[in-house]
Each structure stands twice: as structure tokens, then as C-alpha cells.
């Protein structure tokens, strides 16, 4: 009877740690990101440049299909968006960031700071 009874102790243990840790999540799929297309990296675009979208999305349905090098339409997208962080959230914790799309290569930035890059 003791072991079965330390065994659900355990599981139950394990089970309220395991729900503590779930991770919550925000999705910025399909919010208000405004984007900017140029030939180089250090164009800065104005507001007038910029153009919404909702991500996922594909340069070809603005610009329509071109025939450039390999097929695609090559040059460096700006990509914007703004979003709240939930009140509960603490500064003192670690927070991520996933893309399930970033194309070739991609520098993220937040509020400024340098997060991180990607070449692939």
C-alpha cells in the first residue's frame, strides 16, 4: 500500500510540475506587420515605401511572379510589427521567439536590441 500510495504522490507531482512549466504563447501570424522591399540592406524605407501584410505571405502576390535570378524575387524585406506584452508576464524570465518561415537570412530585432540571426 506504501509504494501505491508514493507512486501517486509522484505522478501527481510530476503532473502539476509538468502543467507549471507550459509554455504560454502569442502568435503574430496575420497581425498588423507593415513590410518594405529593396535591391539593398541599407535602405532605410519611409512610411510611404511600406505596404501591409499578413504573414505567412509570398512577395508574388504584391509584385507578381518575376523572372529573376533562380526565379525569385531577390532584395532584403523590412518587416514591422508592434505587440503587447501580457501583463503577467515578468521581466525577469526568459522569453522566445519562434519563425516557422524565415527565408534565407534573417536579422531580428526588438525594440532596438539585436536578437539574433539566421543563415540557412
Keep these: 500500500m506504501k509504494i501505491h500510495s508514493l507512486t501517486c504522490l509522484a505522478l501527481g507531482l510530476c503532473m502539476s510540475l509538468s502543467l507549471s512549466a507550459q509554455r504560454a ?8 506587420w507593415r513590410t518594405y522591399l529593396s535591391k539593398t540592406s541599407n535602405t532605410q524605407p519611409t512610411s510611404l515605401d511600406t505596404i501591409d501584410v ?3 505571405h509570398n512577395w508574388d502576390d504584391y509584385y507578381g ?5 533562380h526565379g525569385n524575387l531577390h532584395g532584403t524585406a523590412v518587416y514591422s510589427t508592434r505587440f ?12 522566445f521567439i519562434r519563425f516557422e518561415g524565415v527565408g534565407t537570412y534573417a536579422h531580428v530585432r ?3 536590441h539585436d536578437l539574433g540571426r539566421h543563415l540557412g
Design 54 to 56: 499578413k504573414l505567412p
Design 84 to 95: 503587447d506584452m501580457p501583463a503577467e508576464w515578468q521581466a525577469d524570465q526568459a522569453y
Design 110 to 112: 526588438l525594440n532596438g
Design 25 to 32: 504563447s502569442i502568435s503574430l501570424d496575420k497581425q498588423n
Design 65 to 69: 511572379y518575376r523572372q529573376l535570378t
